[in-house]
């Protein structure tokens, strides 16, 4: 293992890159939240001068092996990453294979932070969830209670996977004053979603049955009562948080990044939004027979408050809006 | 490659028992078991892998291991171990290496049709804040200790692992949970070694220095030791017997939980130290208590006799007189 002597010297560069311009290596480019970033970067102006921003996915790199991993450091040479890239999958895929999720994750992970240590990246943002929290808590919830107990049964092995980049964070702080952390979104929506009915998650899956609910001239099936409780954050927001959280934020411990308790929603308002956002005019049917997983999992957005007490999130109905039209005109080619 | 009827006692055909960490303080205690005190049984065969035959760190050689063996069933003690300077140091380390050690054991056991794995988790990786006694089913219920947080997690994910093996594949691998063990052949070494051992090198040396003998902490700290022997008489009746994948705590009752004073004067006495001993309280106690509750264990055993431990600590003192040059310091 041959380190560069430019990792010596890494080490003293300030987090906006001041001894030279930034690489970005932003892994899982080609999911809801690269697409997101990859336009606020280049259609926003979120990148900045001389910069170089690199959008990996799994075609050009398979990061569960940490051969490919490293061929894929060597080739772009990062000075920073945003990790985002996992395996992901719905209720039902979880439950079932949580083997999978578990070691899958844990070994992408475990080759994105130790090759981004071994090549002198300055900085890594990772992206856990509020799905990995202790299933038994008081709400709402914050950063510094994610380890506090177990996850829920139905996706522990993804769940402990996530927890574990910010234990792998912690120790890289305290063996080596790395400064890589982690973001904490709450439920995530946009184009270049994952809109698979069965394994996607609420909003996409509610988005793709009401196109199709409108399509077919037949009702809207919603699973559940409609009184669970969200906060939605848009992808393009959570894109904006995470330039500034690669740019500016300083902490080891992850920061959530979620509108606030005053914006939690019920399902039923989302599912209001999404057929206003179609014009839909069917009926829609509330199968109370099925799960409204919990019930709420409110986040406290307090320290990103802090931080950013002006940040402005994009009103949750021109949003939806904006993601019911992509799904239209993209219909053909969207992941489902 | 899934493994047939999971007859735990190998009805099969005999066992193969691959244990990995062979020659370390549990290792070698059940080695002992099989080839001086019968555990042997017919036809099974036993054999003890040291990190000289694989670095299990590695998966290639992990593997290699796997094939050149095809063990039925494995006891998975191999891990990287230290004292609370060095975790504190290396919490990283700690965390990685044992993920790598346990991925690629648990993995290879799964792809060769291993039909039980029992691998060894510790009383120091349940929850810094809790409540006492501490049972099995509190492991993941809150952050372990910060100053050695990485290995407390690397080993918490063997649980993780072992219920998702059993999830997604019904594989029944599990786990044991000792508390303080203590036995021949374990690390003596003063600053990175654990209480006991750490006692007895320096009972040792103050006799045989003539100084006396300098205990860390005010002694007052409860702990319930566990001799190596005695753990390795269960930990071969959870290979054979227990069918959980919940992990089982192997401990001494809490009736039996002792202060380091108690402990330090059975090391004075078996080495028949005369000097004096001081207790310097400037430093740090550790944990003032972690008691374990054994009702799991005395469900299953209710008979099972353990070793009195002033006679354990002078086995243990006689064998490190015994073994002074090359014992583990």
């Not at 856990?128 to 808590?137: M, Y």
Request: hydrophobic share 35%; charged share 25%; glycine share 8%.
């Amino acid at each position: 293992m041959i380190k560069s002597l430019s990792v010596l010297w890494i080490y003293t560069i300030t987090m906006d890159g001041s001894v030279g311009p930034m690489r970005v290596l932003v892994t899982g480019g080609s999911g809801l939240v690269g697409r997101a970033i990859e336009r606020v970067v280049k259609e926003e102006g979120g990148g900045r001068e001389g910069e170089t921003w690199i959008f990996l996915s799994s075609k050009e790199t398979n990061l569960v092996s940490a051969e490919e991993t490293r061929a894929a450091f060597e080739r772009h040479r990062p000075t920073h990453v945003i990790h985002l890239a996992a395996m992901v999958g719905g209720l039902y895929r979880n439950m079932r294979q949580n083997l999978d999720f578990w070691r899958n994750n844990v070994h992408i992970n475990d080759n994105v932070l130790h090759t981004s240590q071994e090549f002198g990246v300055v900085k890594v943002v990772s992206c856990l969830s509020t799905c990995v929290f202790p299933d038994k808590t008081t709400y709402p919830i914050d950063e510094t209670v994610m380890h506090s107990g177990p996850p829920h049964e139905s996706n522990y092995g993804y769940a402990y996977a996530k927890r574990m980049i910010d234990v792998h964070n912690r120790a890289l702080f305290q063996q080596y004053g790395l400064k890589y952390t982690a973001v904490i979104p709450t439920n995530m929506f946009g184009p270049h979603d994952n809109y698979n009915i069965e394994d996607g998650h609420v909003m996409p899956g509610l988005i793709h049955k009401t196109y199709l609910a409108k399509k077919e001239g037949k009702p809207l099936q919603v699973w559940g009562s409609g009184r669970a409780l969200r906060q939605f954050i848009y992808s393009l927001d959570l894109a904006r948080l995470f330039l500034w959280v690669l740019r500016e934020y300083d902490e080891v411990e992850p920061i959530i990044l979620s509108v606030g308790e005053e914006d939690e929603l019920t399902v039923k308002e989302a599912v209001d939004a999404v057929v206003e956002g179609f014009g839909f005019e069917g009926d829609v049917i509330y199968d109370t027979s099925k799960s409204d997983g919990q019930i709420k999992k409110t986040a406290n957005n307090a320290k990103l408050r802090k931080y950013l007490p002006d940040f402005k999130f994009t009103p949750f109905k021109q949003a939806v809006k904006e993601t019911c039209d992509w799904f239209a005109a993209n219909y053909d080619s969207a992941r489902k």
